[in-house]
């Protein structure tokens, strides 16, 4: 299985709105458009699109599904920022071995995913950007330890990217 794990793009600061309603800037709408340009240029063809229930993740997401029309976008409590990863892992049993999947989501809990994926400590520093995108490839089943992480890619990095 291939996860490609995004951070959501920019968005409205806290307090305008509630956590959960916090709506993609101007910024965050090009960054997203960037991240589905760069993933359709690397021909990453997706199985599924998971997302995180907040707006701003939901809009990251269904910018770049623009770009794969064929590919679901599947909503999921286990990518919010204070969710377990391990939830998530049990989740993700259920899909082929074979699945591309993109999973939106939010920091602190994507820095802990990819430790736990790639059998760091959840005390591990990994630093992902807004708007970047990683790539981590999982065994059978999915658990702690289970991945290799392939590259991240900042959003910066994406830019460069064109076509």
Known sequence: MRLFILRHADAEAEGHRSDVDRELTTEGIAEAECVANAASIMKLNFTAILTSPTARSK??????????????????????????PQNLFRELQSYPRDSRLLLVTHKPFISRCIANLI???????????????????????????????LWILTNEQMQLVRK
Not at 62 to 84: C, D, G, N, T, Y
Not at 131 to 140: P, Q, R, T, W
């Open 119 to 149: 059998n760091m400590t959840s005390e591990s520093k990994i630093s992902v950007g807004k708007a970047s995108l990683s790539c981590i490839e999982v065994g059978s089943p999915v658990q702690h330890g289970a991945g290799v992480l």
């Open 59 to 84: 809009s990251t997401a269904e910018i770049i599904a623009k770009q794969f029309p064929s590919v679901r976008i599947q909503v999921m409590e286990h990518l919010l920022s204070s969710a377990e």
